[in-house]
Nanobody
Framework: QVQLVESGGGLVQAGDSLRLSCVAS????????MGWFRQAPGKEREFVAR???????LYADSVKGRFTISRDNAKNTVFLQMLRLKPEDTAVYSC??????????WGQGTQVTVSS
């Protein structure tokens, strides 16, 4: 089990950038796959991006080319760099961790609001 704490959300204008961070507890961070998800009001939670423990990445089509997920194992941190933000990116962004299979560890989320 790892505990996850997100930060970096805020209110920005369309076209702006934000970088989200998620810090994990524990000594085995490097063995976890890490993911970012988001949930907009009235909508189901959706996958945004994930980075495998090996470093390979995967993105939702809606963010491909604008968002970049990365990790710093020395700092137990996963990042989500978000460029050219759009109003439809407005959501609560949460990070998650697993060692394969279901996403079993979740952070509390950080709000991102993009105004038009």
């Amino acid at each position: 089990q790892v505990q996850l704490v997100e930060s970096g959300g805020g209110l920005v204008q369309a076209g702006d950038s934000l970088r989200l961070s998620c810090v994990a507890s524990g000594r085995t961070f490097s063995s976890y796959n890490m993911g970012w998800f988001r949930q907009a009001p009235g909508k189901e939670r959706e996958f945004v991006a994930r980075i495998h423990w090996s470093g390979s990445t995967l993105y939702a089509d809606s963010v491909k080319g604008r968002f970049t997920i990365s990790r710093d194992n020395a700092k137990n941190t996963v990042f989500l760099q978000m460029l050219r933000l759009k109003p439809e990116d407005t959501a609560v962004y949460s990070c998650a961790a697993n060692r394969g299979g279901d996403w079993t560890n979740w952070g509390q989320g950080t709000q991102v609001t993009v105004s038009s």
